[in-house]
């Protein structure tokens, strides 16, 4: 695991700001958009997710809900 970053001080109006090193580390850049998503298996804990990333989650979630979805016969003869 890799040291972390910080502390950060959140803003007046809840922003914050990343670190360049760590923006670098993860292929963002300034105007590039992400989630911020509190994360289900650790409480108090934040992730920030690159929107290209939550894209390719939700579409691999869709399609195993295609995959275990029964098709239903809709022939009514």
Not at 29 to 55: N, Q, R, Y
């Amino acid at each position: 695991m890799q040291p972390p970053y910080g502390p950060i001080k959140i803003g007046a109006n809840g922003q914050i700001t990343l670190p360049a090193q760590l923006l670098k580390q993860i292929d963002l850049a300034p105007h590039d958009s992400v989630f911020v998503i509190k994360a289900e298996d650790t409480e108090d804990t934040l992730m920030v997710v690159p929107v290209e990333i939550l894209v390719r989650w939700l579409e691999a979630g869709r399609r195993q809900d295609v995959q275990r979805t029964p098709i239903e016969d809709t022939d009514s003869t």
